[in-house]
């Protein structure tokens, strides 16, 4: 089996530009880089990963680049351009004639919840499939009816949903969000990642099992073949270590067959985002 961690960071702290990191998160208050993560991977017979940009910047997506283009073990790049950007044809072509970019991202639960629907945000979608990138949807839980409706109107662009919309764990299921989470998996051009759930617990005190109503609901919607398995490592460090995390995922779907097990943990990824399978030499 070849698994690929679909979705993490790297970064080199500012406490200027990385205000969202407040007293609260001093374990990760400091850099997190390759070399950090490479031992970790290794350890838990991680392949390869795909490094998710943190700040919203070009030079963002440079540093990332630069990082992929240095350790064979980054199999891809989701960076930042500015989507709403009128030359964003330029951008988009200055950036994807490296290979290693697959992907774009905003932070889209940062903004207003209409966002991702903006004319001048729509049109930069449209212009990723020509550049076959995909697009990283980052939003919270009551964001999700203006994905649905993004992801309806470019049917032909692959978006995949990061952190399963980030839905409040520790108050177990939500029926809105799981409306939504249904409405969303009906577009077959978007693909879901287990990720990023540790963090979403109330004082990151948690259990195995409060997630495995997340983890069923999401794998029912979207099928074992649309969904991809990420850390999102350093952030998960606030509520669990890399071993936990993994570990809720992977004890889950223990009693899948190899093939679904194969799939969820790097198959999707590699096909998703059209990563490199070659094994780190």
């Known amino acids: 089996m070849i698994k690929i961690d679909a979705h993490q960071h790297f ?17 990760i208050r400091h850099d997190f880089l390759p070399q950090d993560l490479y031992p970790i991977l ?7 990963c795909v490094a998710v ?6 030079n963002e997506t440079n540093f990332l680049l630069d990082l992929a283009n240095e350790n064979e073990f980054i199999k891809g790049v989701v960076g930042w351009v500015d989507l709403r950007d009128e030359k964003i044809e330029e951008r988009l072509s200055y950036f994807s004639s490296n290979k290693l970019l697959k992907g774009v991202r905003h932070i889209a639960q940062g903004e207003v919840d209409d966002f991702l629907l903006g004319d001048d945000f729509k049109r930069g979608i449209g212009h990723l499939k020509a550049y076959k990138l995909t697009y990283d ?3 919270f839980a009551h964001q999700l009816p203006a994905a649905i409706q993004l992801a309806k109107q470019f049917p032909n662009q692959k978006f995949v949903l990061d952190h399963i919309a980030k839905p409040q764990i520790s108050e177990g299921l939500d029926a809105t969000w799981s409306k939504n989470i249904k409405s969303l998996a009906e577009c077959s051009n978007v693909y879901c990642k287990l990720s990023g759930m540790v963090t979403e617990t109330s004082n990151s005190e948690w259990t195995k099992e409060i997630f495995h109503p997340f983890i069923e609901l999401v794998l029912e919607a979207f099928g074992v073949d649309r969904v991809l398995y990420g850390s999102d490592w350093p952030v998960c460090l606030l509520a669990a270590s890399y071993e936990e995390q993994l570990e809720i995922v992977e004890s889950y779907i223990s009693i899948f067959s190899a093939t679904e097990r194969t799939r969820i943990m790097g ?4 096909e998703f985002y059209n990563l490199s399978s070659d094994p780190v030499r």
Not at 19 to 24: A, P, R
Not at 267 to 270: S, T
């Open 53 to 58: 940009q943190a700040d919203q910047s070009e």
């Open 137 to 139: 949807i980052l939003v």
């Open 42 to 48: 290794s350890t838990n017979d991680v392949a390869g």
């Open 267 to 270: 198959g999707n990824a590699i």
């Open 11 to 27: 970064w080199q702290f500012d406490p200027i530009r990385d205000v969202w990191m407040d007293d609260t998160m001093q374990s």
